[in-house]
């Protein structure tokens, strides 16, 4: 079974603070996404990444930057937190290289870090 | 217009009954297509996903519609557990969600 692991359930910071949200998964698997999700919008794409050292912004990328220095781990980096960016952070991984057989493979989630900015 | 459209609901429904909705997608160049369950402040978990030719996976059943660009979920025999809220995900290379249909099975 494909195990992602967020650090943290759940976070407190303060306005102005850099907080990085950390994710981990097992399945060597090359694709990683980073989510937030909010009431009424649903999830949203910040970044992902379809291999080591590559990034892609998604949807919704301002205020937010993302490492990917090995391929398990990929890091969500707020550089100067915001109360606009308090949500539910969702990571995923999917697995294959994103063309062929595996481009129509699911994602799987991390059970989310709910951060909340003050 | 939005690229993956649900109705939110609220569906509420006695259990035994047989619910059933949509989601709309606007990219016709669409590859995939994915329901995911989700509970009320748990992660999505993987549902089904969506072939061509339709699936079911016991009471789920799971259509997909590319002339109208639509994919339905229909649970039949509703259980209390099936309770939750259920996100319709499309693949275009970039996999987009939609704001989910909630579903409340009542006893």
């Known amino acids: 079974d494909v195990k992602v692991t967020q650090s943290s359930r759940y976070l407190v910071k303060r306005t102005g603070e850099k907080v990085f949200l950390e994710c981990v998964q097992d399945?060597?698997?090359?694709?990683m996404f980073w989510y937030r999700q909010d009431p009424g919008l649903g999830l949203r794409l910040i970044y992902f990444s379809y291999d080591v050292k590559m990034k892609e912004k998604g949807d919704i990328p301002e205020g937010y930057s993302v490492s990917r220095e090995k391929k398990e781990r990929f890091s969500l980096i707020l550089e100067s937190a915001s109360t606009n960016q308090t949500s539910m952070y969702l990571c995923?991984?999917?697995?294959?290289?994103?063309?062929?057989?595996?481009?129509?493979?699911?994602?799987?989630f991390g059970n989310g870090t709910r951060l909340t900015v003050t | 217009r939005k690229e993956v459209e649900q109705d939110p609901g609220p569906f509420n429904v006695p259990e035994g009954a047989t619910v059933a909705f949509n989601c709309t997608y606007s990219?016709?160049?669409?590859?995939?297509f994915f329901w995911y369950r989700q509970d009320c402040r748990k992660e999505p978990k993987l549902l089904m996903s969506?072939?061509?030719s339709g699936n079911e996976d016991g009471r789920f059943t799971a259509q997909l519609n590319r002339a109208s660009q639509y994919i339905s979920l229909l649970i039949r025999d509703s259980k209390l557990s099936d309770s939750a809220t259920y996100l319709c995900v499309v693949n275009d290379y970039k996999l987009s969600f939609g704001a989910g249909t909630t579903v409340t099975v009542r006893a």
């Open positions: 969506v072939y061509s």
């Open positions: 995923a991984s999917k697995g294959g290289p994103g063309t062929g057989v595996f481009f129509n493979s699911p994602l799987h």
């Open positions: 990219n016709s160049a669409s590859q995939s």
């Open positions: 399945m060597d698997h090359e694709n």
